[in-house]
């Protein structure tokens, strides 16, 4: 077992604040066309939920001048985890200090990865309490299921660009304790152009794609989950009839085994519709690393991806200040 995947300290993908020029059109988009619940609403941001997701809210639209993820918050196993992981970020000078919490949560410590995304750790969560019209009949479920839309379950990962793939995987596995599950290395081991990483059994929660422009901090997509590649397919009709670009899919990336469906929401920002790939219980699980030949166009069937799918990001590179 690797000494890095024993950390154990983060739990999970607590949540995503998503920037949108378009911050009514985007929630148009996240809460009817794509099903999610609206829980709080404060300043320029609007809290989100998919019906499946414990917490109170696992999603953030905020209002901003140009589109691309905002803070993105990660839940630590205990009160004593967070405070490990803020020494161990602070001490490798990457801290910016506690503060009171996002809504939904205790006190934070924020912190920018070497790339300078923006990230928070807490462990204090607010579990959501439905509204009596969204009470499940079932008192195991958080919220009953509205079929509004989409319907997405829950925020299940996202993919950050990155200047320097290899530095933020290394401090994503040294510092926050992710296991490495999967690798595109180009030219003889030269060149990391993606890792795939995560903190539990899901597949990913977090992935580092290579910044082919130069760019810093920037988005590659979120992803939000269905349960089953039919309700992908539905996505793809429901995306259509609604006039959302979609970029790529249906279909299977090789790499996961995810059954994808990519469009722009309105801001711009590239969100998937996810399901399918496959949980990675082992504690000794070793990285799949897949070369330039082998990685091929990046699908499992059918169709390259386009070459936006690899150059396209948010903030654009002439957008970012
Ligand atoms: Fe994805």
């Known amino acids: 077992m690797s000494e890095h995947a024993a950390i154990h300290d983060i739990a999970h993908l607590g949540g995503i604040e998503l920037l949108t020029p378009e911050p009514e059109r985007s929630l148009w988009y996240f809460r009817d066309v794509l099903g999610m619940e609206v829980v709080h609403a404060a300043g320029p941001s609007v809290y989100l939920r998919g019906y499946g997701d414990r917490a109170a809210s696992t999603f953030k639209l905020t209002h901003a001048d140009a589109p691309g993820v905002g803070c993105i918050s990660w839940r630590a196993a205990s009160a004593a985890a967070l405070e490990r992981r803020a020494a161990a970020l602070m001490a490798a000078g990457l801290g910016e200090g506690w503060s009171n919490g ?42 009953r299921y509205t079929g509004r839309g989409v319907g997405v379950r829950r925020t299940d990962h996202l993919a950050l660009m990155a200047h320097d793939v290899s530095a933020n995987r290394r401090f994503a596995q040294e510092l926050l304790g992710f296991q490495l599950r999967e690798q595109v290395i ?74 994808y469906l990519y469009s722009y929401e309105p801001g711009g920002n590239r969100v998937e519709i996810y399901s399918g790939s496959y949980l990675v219980l082992a504690p000794d699980w070793q990285p799949v690393i897949w070369n330039e030949q082998e990685r091929g166009s990046g699908t499992y069937w059918g169709a390259p991806l386009p070459e936006t799918f690899l150059k396209y990001a948010t903030p654009t590179v002439a957008a970012k200040k």
Request: hydrophobic content about 35%.
């Open 102 to 143: 996002d809504f939904g949560r205790g006190r934070s410590f924020r912190f920018r990865d070497p790339d300078g995304h923006s990230m928070a750790l807490y462990y204090e969560e607010l579990a959501y309490e439905a509204p009596t019209e969204l009470r499940s009949a079932l008192k195991n479920q958080p919220q």
């Open 186 to 259: 180009f030219d003889d081991g030269r060149q990391e152009i993606g890792s795939w990483m995560s903190p539990n059994a899901i597949h990913h929660q977090l992935a580092y794609v290579a910044d082919l422009d130069g760019g810093h901090g920037r988005l590659h997509h979120v992803s939000l989950w269905v349960d089953n590649r039919e309700d992908v397919l539905r996505a793809a009709d429901i995306l259509t009839e609604n006039g959302i670009f979609i970029e790529a899919g249906p279909s299977k990336h090789n790499n996961s085994q995810g059954f």
